[in-house]
């Protein structure tokens, strides 16, 4: 016996056993796969403790066998973790996607953090449950926090509605407001989401967005438009689509600046942005979704000049940079939703370069969102991912599989939600298993028909 592992959903265990014994029978409850290595056998056996979970047992110890590497330079030839992630790089299963994750050994530490990046990412998609929340935890261990900053944050900062008050009254004095995220923080879409209607009232009409992949603002242009699974990776998170699909009804006009070209990446994304919107449109206003460092306003002590550093002068258009990532160690210190706090107060090279810093602990629930709920149970005997699709999305029951879940989430086995379900139109449900299996579609009904 080599290994044996045990799963409580769905129940089964399985071995993996080294035997000189080619002919051997096995009951047929039990599923077994083989080969022959150095004249020895190998075998894989799963034995499911309840008959349901026969069916995924067979297509998880499929995979664990047929995964089998041999040979003095075996580590070489097998997959990365990013070879699942371009897997399920346009794919809605965002469950299957971290599951298939989760099972992959790593061996170093440089692989256990680009195993947990992923997990977290696609977890992130998920919306609010268990794995992204320890997950999370995880990586927020490793961060120490200062007692110094800790107590200017507490001192200085503004909370909630003030924070939003904040950003918009500054953004009357710019042409271009620039908010980073990092991309496993959903919550950070939010803040922009709330922005949205107040910047759109004063002028600001042009979306930057860095997570929309070449050529994709284009067609988000076109009238009667939605984010699809070809829009970009991140946008796929269901709190970044539905950032889209607000911006889309207020008027907004995308803009895709991410390089694809090679070269010099943050002189690029700054070439981008200006030839996109105020070479054209000189009087026009910009609201920018950029990542960690990029919205830096201020060259690095090595000399490193972000995206932000190199627009501001080449331009010369001052940019208002709020950053959400560099005090989110702290974010936990505050018990508001939001605090925001202006960079004047602190001496430090990066906390300095840019204007405002946010603490973001927004824990949105969509369902406020809408006037109507649809109670759902799970009735099966595993974990699913339920997720929805607006109907004027969808043109037949198997157009989901590139379109973007509005909501999804993950279910127990025997656990109930309230479903937030929007009224004007029908809503297609759909729930998969941790292998990415269909196993249940609904059409709600919502209009009067």
Same mark, same amino acid.
């Given at each position: 016996?080599?290994?044996?592992?045990?799963?409580?959903?769905?129940?089964?265990?399985?071995?993996?056993?080294?035997?000189?014994?080619?002919?051997?029978?096995?009951?047929?409850?039990?599923?077994?796969?083989?080969?022959?290595?150095?004249?020895?056998?190998?075998?894989?056996?799963?034995?499911?403790?309840?008959?349901?979970?026969?069916?995924?047992?067979?297509?998880?110890?499929?995979?664990?066998?047929?995964?089998?590497?041999?040979?003095?330079?075996?580590?070489?030839?097998?997959? @990365?973790?990013?070879?699942?992630?371009?897997?399920?790089?346009?794919?809605?299963?965002?469950?299957?996607?971290?599951?298939?994750?989760?099972?992959?050994?790593?061996?170093?530490?440089?692989?256990?953090?680009?195993?947990?990046?992923?997990?977290? @990412?696609?977890?992130?998609?998920?919306?609010?449950?268990?794995?992204?929340?320890?997950?999370?935890?995880?990586?927020?261990?490793?961060?120490?926090?200062?007692?110094?900053?800790?107590?200017?944050?507490?001192?200085?900062?503004?909370?909630?509605?003030?924070?939003?008050? @904040?950003?918009?009254?500054?953004?009357?004095?710019?042409?271009?407001?620039?908010?980073?995220?990092?991309?496993?923080?959903?919550?950070?879409?939010?803040?922009?989401?709330?922005?949205?209607?107040?910047?759109?009232?004063?002028?600001?009409?042009?979306?930057?967005?860095?997570?929309?992949?070449?050529?994709?603002?284009?067609?988000?242009?076109?009238?009667?438009?939605?984010?699809?699974?070809?829009?970009?990776?991140?946008?796929?998170?269901?709190?970044?689509?539905?950032?889209?699909?607000?911006?889309?009804?207020?008027?907004?006009?995308?803009?895709?600046?991410?390089?694809?070209?090679?070269?010099?990446?943050?002189?690029?994304?700054?070439?981008?942005?200006?030839?996109?919107?105020?070479?054209?449109?000189?009087?026009?206003?910009?609201?920018?979704?950029?990542?960690?460092?990029?919205?830096?306003?201020?060259? +690095?002590?090595?000399?490193?000049?972000?995206?932000?550093?190199?627009?501001?002068?080449?331009?010369?258009?001052?940019?208002?940079?709020?950053?959400?990532?560099?005090?989110?160690?702290?974010?936990?210190?505050?018990?508001?939703?939001?605090?925001?706090?202006?960079?004047?107060?602190?001496?430090?090279?990066?906390?300095?370069?840019?204007?405002?810093?946010?603490?973001?602990?927004?824990?949105?629930?969509?369902?406020?969102?809408?006037?109507?709920?649809?109670?759902?149970?799970?009735?099966?005997?595993? +974990?699913?991912?339920?997720?929805?699709?607006?109907?004027?999305?969808?043109?037949?029951?198997?157009?989901?599989?590139?379109?973007?879940?509005?909501?999804?989430?993950?279910?127990?086995?025997?656990?109930?939600?309230?479903?937030?379900?929007?009224?004007?139109?029908?809503?297609?449900?759909?729930?998969?298993?941790?292998?990415?299996?269909?196993?249940?579609?609904?059409?709600?009904?919502?209009?009067?028909?």
């Amino acid at each position: 016996m080599l290994v044996h592992g045990k799963t409580d959903d769905p129940p089964y265990e399985y071995f993996v056993a080294l035997s000189n014994d080619k002919s051997r029978k096995y009951p047929t409850n039990l599923v077994v796969f083989d080969t022959v290595v150095n004249r020895h056998v190998l075998r894989f056996i799963g034995n499911p403790l309840v008959e349901s979970s026969r069916r995924i047992l067979t297509i998880d110890l499929f995979n664990i066998f047929k995964s089998l590497e041999i040979g003095s330079n075996y580590r070489r030839q097998i997959n @990365t973790v990013f070879d699942i992630v371009n897997k399920y790089q346009k794919s809605n299963k965002f469950y299957a996607a971290l599951h298939e994750i989760k099972m992959y050994p790593s061996y170093d530490q440089q692989e256990e953090w680009a195993k947990l990046q992923m997990e977290l @990412t696609f977890s992130s998609f998920l919306g609010k449950n268990e794995f992204y929340t320890s997950l999370l935890n995880k990586l927020e261990s490793r961060f120490t926090s200062n007692d110094t900053i800790s107590k200017i944050i507490m001192e200085k900062s503004v909370f909630d509605s003030d924070v939003i008050d @904040t950003i918009v009254n500054e953004a009357k004095k710019h042409k271009i407001v620039m908010i980073n995220e990092n991309h496993y923080y959903f919550n950070q879409r939010v803040l922009v989401y709330d922005l949205l209607e107040k910047l759109k009232a004063i002028g600001y009409n042009y979306l930057a967005l860095e997570a929309l992949d070449n050529r994709q603002d284009s067609l988000l242009n076109l009238p009667n438009s939605f984010p699809t699974l070809s829009t970009g990776f991140y946008t796929s998170e269901q709190n970044y689509s539905n950032l889209i699909r607000k911006g889309i009804k207020l008027g907004f006009k995308f803009v895709a600046y991410e390089n694809i070209s090679g070269g010099h990446r943050e002189e690029a994304q700054a070439d981008n942005i200006y030839n996109k919107t105020f070479k054209t449109d000189p009087d026009c206003k910009v609201l920018v979704l950029a990542g960690i460092d990029h919205i830096l306003e201020k060259p +690095t002590s090595n000399g490193k000049e972000w995206m932000a550093t190199i627009f501001k002068k080449k331009y010369d258009i001052d940019p208002l940079t709020i950053s959400q990532t560099h005090l989110n160690a702290y974010r936990n210190k505050i018990k508001s939703n939001y605090g925001i706090i202006n960079s004047a107060f602190f001496n430090h090279e990066t906390l300095s370069a840019v204007d405002y810093l946010v603490m973001n602990n927004k824990s949105y629930h969509w369902a406020q969102n809408f006037t109507s709920q649809y109670p759902y149970k799970n009735t099966t005997q595993n +974990t699913v991912q339920i997720a929805l699709f607006y109907g004027n999305e969808i043109d037949h029951n198997y157009d989901y599989i590139n379109k973007v879940p509005y909501f999804t989430t993950i279910l127990k086995s025997g656990e109930k939600i309230d479903l937030p379900i929007d009224e004007k139109q029908d809503i297609y449900l759909y729930t998969f298993d941790k292998n990415g299996q269909r196993i249940d579609h609904q059409l709600i009904m919502t209009r009067d028909q």
